[in-house]
């Protein structure tokens, strides 16, 4: 997502006239090479968190804590959490 977010901020500089990649003309091959660079990147690293499983884990982590959450929740509800469930021995 960074280099979305650069590529994107380099466009806009651009076009605003800002900074050094206002000099540079998106119509030859080195402009484009130079704004293009960034999407690249972001390209070849979302094809790398995919291949390798990055993406996947941390869907399948996020789903986990849910669970967990939803879990805590749900006791909690029921009065069997570890506060209900201490101060009840506390009364007999």
Same mark, same amino acid.
């Given at each position: 997502?960074?280099?979305?977010?650069? =590529?994107? %901020?380099? %466009?806009?500089l651009?076009f605003?006239?800002?900074?050094?990649?206002? @000099?540079?003309?998106? $119509?030859?091959?080195? +402009?484009f090479? #130079?704004f293009?660079?960034?999407f690249? $990147? @972001?390209?070849?690293?979302?094809?790398?968190?995919?291949?390798?499983?990055?993406? #996947?884990? !941390?869907?399948?982590?996020r789903?986990v804590?849910? /669970? #967990?959450e939803?879990?805590?929740?749900?006791?909690? @509800?029921? =009065?069997l +959490?570890?506060? /209900?469930?201490s101060s009840?021995?506390? !009364?007999?």
């Open positions: 997502m960074a280099f979305i977010v650069i =590529g994107v %901020l380099m %466009l806009l651009h605003a006239g800002l900074g050094p990649t206002a @000099a540079w003309d998106p $119509l030859s091959v080195t +402009g090479a #130079k293009s660079v960034p690249l $990147l @972001a390209l070849a690293w979302w094809a790398w968190a995919d291949g390798t499983g990055l993406t #996947k884990r !941390r869907e399948m982590d789903e804590e849910k /669970q #967990k939803r879990r805590k929740r749900h006791i909690e @509800a029921m =009065g +959490g570890p506060d /209900q469930r009840s021995f506390r !009364r007999r």
